[in-house]
């Protein structure tokens, strides 16, 4: 099993920044793909950013593009989503995911194995 915890969301203004992590534990002997999802009140899940286990590919769902960064430090078992010039759309709870298998990024919710339990991100305008 692999645990996963979200940090960083808060409160912030149109065109701020954040910095979400979360952190693994747990069956963490080899690196996973992961990625970055989120939710918006009445809405479904929805992919944002993905990256390979090593770091080396990542993918963004376009509204976010050129906005938002994803990273990940494999030594500190972290992975890390930088958003900047937020918008109030941008608001939703945001989590992490890892899957338990393969080595390049993945974009569907329904591949996931494990998830965090989420950070409230809210945009005011």
């Known amino acids: 099993q692999v645990q996963l915890v979200e940090s960083g969301g808060g409160l912030v203004q149109a065109g701020g920044s954040l910095r979400l992590s979360c952190a693994a534990s747990g069956r963490t002997d080899r690196s996973l793909p992961m990625g970055w999802f989120r939710q918006a009140p009445g809405k479904g899940r929805e992919f944002v950013a993905a990256?390979?286990?090593?770091?080396?590919?990542?993918s963004y769902t376009d509204s976010v593009k050129g906005r938002f960064t994803i990273s990940r430090d494999n030594a500190k078992k972290t992975l890390y989503l930088q958003m900047n010039s937020l918008k109030p759309e941008d608001t939703a709870v945001y989590y992490c995911?890892?899957?338990?298998?393969?080595?390049?990024?993945?974009?569907?919710?329904?591949?996931?194995?494990?998830w965090g339990q989420g950070t409230q991100v809210t945009v005011s305008s």
């Open positions: 995911a890892a899957k338990n298998s393969g080595v390049f990024y993945y974009t569907e919710v329904s591949v996931y194995d494990y």
């Open positions: 990256i390979s286990w090593s770091g080396g590919s990542t």
